[in-house]
């Protein structure tokens, strides 16, 4: 798939960023992106963010996508593309994307930028913005409201903690989801999974 971003004229249509798809002669998607409000501000805002500081030295090389193994098997993960709709602020497209919490977080990327670019951090700040705006996708909410209840990411059953002693495996740690649940209301993590439009991506 060709990805275009059209600047220029359309900047001052005054329209959304719109997605355009339409085939090419080979037959091949191509995906055009207007910036008409792009957010100028949004590269700035991010860059500022622990970890994010290097997101304007990207020179758009590849690299970072070349060495993704989640890249390797999926059509859409493309972290230079991510990289790009941040830098050219297209704030509401990439917080909104599906794209963002796909990363396995291995820090290839990291490790093989010649420009230091840490795109994993850049990515933990773009899930941090995009929770702050109520954009979690179901997935990770159900995955916060198992820690909050129950202290682990998926509800253990009795069914399993007595398959595991008859299999003579350990039993697991005991969990304190007063004291998680303590915790993320000092951090106001409530606030945070329970408020938005509970937009799927």
Same mark, same amino acid.
């Given at each position: 798939?060709?990805?275009?971003?059209?600047? @220029?004229?359309?900047?001052?249509?005054?329209?959304?960023?719109?997605?355009?798809?339409?085939?090419?002669?080979?037959?091949?998607?191509?995906?055009?992106?207007?910036?008409?409000?792009?957010?100028?501000r949004f590269k700035y805002e991010?860059?500022?963010?622990? @970890?994010?500081?290097?997101?304007?030295?990207?020179?758009?090389?590849?690299?970072?996508?070349?060495?993704? =193994?989640?890249?390797?098997?999926?059509?859409?993960?493309? =972290? &230079? +593309?991510?990289?790009?709709?941040?830098?050219? @602020?297209?704030?509401?497209?990439?917080?909104?994307?599906?794209?963002?919490?796909?990363?396995?977080?291995?820090?290839?990327?990291?490790?093989?930028?010649?420009? @230091?670019?840490?795109?994993?951090? &850049?990515?933990?700040?773009? +899930?941090?913005?995009?929770?702050?705006?109520?954009?979690?996708?179901?997935?990770?909410?159900?995955?916060?409201?198992?820690?909050? #209840?129950?202290?682990?990411?998926?509800? &253990?059953? #009795?069914?399993? +903690?007595? #398959?595991?002693?008859?299999?003579?495996?350990?039993?697991? =740690?005991?969990?304190? =989801?007063?004291?998680?649940? #303590?915790?993320?209301?000092?951090?106001?993590?409530?606030?945070? &999974?329970? +408020?938005?439009?509970?937009?799927?991506?």
């Amino acid at each position: 798939m060709t990805v275009h971003f059209a600047l @220029g004229a359309v900047m001052n249509e005054g329209v959304d960023v719109a997605k355009e798809e339409a085939e090419s002669k080979e037959g091949e998607k191509e995906r055009f992106y207007r910036l008409s409000s792009a957010d100028s501000r949004f590269k700035y805002e991010l860059s500022r963010v622990p @970890g994010s500081e290097k997101l304007l030295l990207c020179l758009q090389c590849g690299t970072c996508t070349a060495d993704c =193994p989640v890249a390797r098997f999926s059509d859409s993960y493309r =972290p &230079i +593309r991510i990289l790009r709709m941040a830098q050219l @602020g297209m704030r509401e497209r990439v917080l909104s994307s599906d794209e963002i919490w796909l990363c396995a977080t291995c820090f290839a990327c990291s490790e093989r930028c010649h420009q @230091g670019v840490e795109f994993a951090n &850049i990515l933990r700040a773009l +899930r941090n913005m995009a929770v702050k705006e109520g954009i979690i996708p179901p997935g990770f909410r159900e995955i916060a409201s198992n820690v909050l #209840k129950t202290g682990f990411s998926n509800e &253990i059953t #009795k069914f399993q +903690r007595r #398959k595991r002693e008859k299999l003579g495996l350990p039993p697991l =740690p005991n969990s304190n =989801p007063e004291r998680i649940a #303590k915790l993320a209301e000092i951090v106001g993590f409530f606030s945070l &999974i329970g +408020r938005g439009d509970n937009r799927s991506v």
